[in-house]
């Protein structure tokens, strides 16, 4: 039997400006699915209010989904037809709710021996926020959030 493919899916407000964030955090990729939703729309198979022009870096910009995007591991494979990764990928979907409370699912950001410190300032200045520090028996780590509130560890 062969394994079962995954994606980890996020909930937020604002899927570009999540994708933006992870993708430099762990130096991802961010998905182009331009080439499909230009498609779409030119068979007018969706309407335009489902889409949006992302900003991907001065001055390149592309077509988007309004409601979804994703960033993928730079060296898996990726879906000529979609342009969605076939591997190790993160998306984020727009819902209408805020953040409340605890994350039940969060990620753990495994940085080099020695540069935990160093990541985490790194991240700071791409939006993130240190929580907590922590310092068990076991190990340490550092609880962060992302820009909109999701917890993850760096360790």
């Known amino acids: ?37 230009g498609r779409l729309l030119g068979a007018g198979a969706v309407p335009e209010a489902v889409t949006v022009t992302v900003h991907a870096g001065e001055p390149e910009e592309r077509l988007g989904w309004h409601d979804l995007a994703a960033v993928r591991h730079p060296e898996d494979p990726v879906s000529e037809g979609n342009g969605a990764g076939l591997g190790r990928r993160i998306l984020f979907q727009r819902v209408p709710e805020a953040k409340t409370v ?26 993130a926020a240190v929580l907590r520090r922590v310092e068990e028996q076991g190990g340490a780590w550092v609880v962060m959030t992302d820009p909109e509130g999701n917890e993850f560890c760096v360790q």
């Open 1 to 37: 039997m062969e394994p079962l493919h995954w994606k980890l899916v996020v909930d937020c407000a604002d899927p570009h400006a999540q994708a933006a964030f992870w993708a430099a955090a762990l130096r991802y990729e961010e998905e182009d699915h331009s080439g499909l939703v």
């Open 102 to 127: 605890k994350n039940r699912l969060h990620l753990d950001v495994h940085a080099p021996p020695g540069t935990r410190d160093t990541e985490v300032k790194r991240l700071e200045g791409l939006g």
